[in-house]
């Protein structure tokens, strides 16, 4: 069974900036992409954006620009680097291995507060 652990989560005030992290514990090449989702309270947990296996990013439309998906091969992790916050992005994040399964881990949650 994969286990995937995030983190990197917190407090942080409107235009400042947050890194997640991801890994899981199988090669980031096994699966079919890692995506970023993120769910806010009283709301479905929606995508955020993912890289696939051949490195190509994704992003919805109210992210672009501002949050940056990147992987670190050496280190087998993903990375979700998050500029420019609003408190529209608080939320809890997750991140999900997709193979022929989703493979997610616990959130991490985001609060963007002054």
């Known amino acids: 069974q994969v286990q995937v652990v995030e983190s990197g989560g917190g407090l942080v005030q409107p235009g400042g900036s947050l890194r997640l992290s991801c890994a899981p514990s199988r090669s980031i090449f096994s699966f079919d992409f890692m995506g970023w989702y993120r769910q806010a309270p009283g709301k479905q947990r929606e995508l955020v954006g993912y890289?696939?296996?051949?490195?190509?990013?994704h992003y919805v439309e109210v992210v672009k620009g501002r949050f940056t998906i990147s992987r670190d091969i050496a280190k087998n992790t993903v990375y979700l680097q998050m500029n420019s916050l609003r408190p529209e992005d608080t939320a809890v994040y997750s991140c999900?291995?997709?193979?022929?399964?989703?493979?997610w881990g616990q959130g991490t949650q985001v609060t963007v507060s002054s």
């Open positions: 999900n291995a997709r193979d022929m399964s989703d493979n």
């Open positions: 890289i696939d296996i051949h490195g190509t990013e």
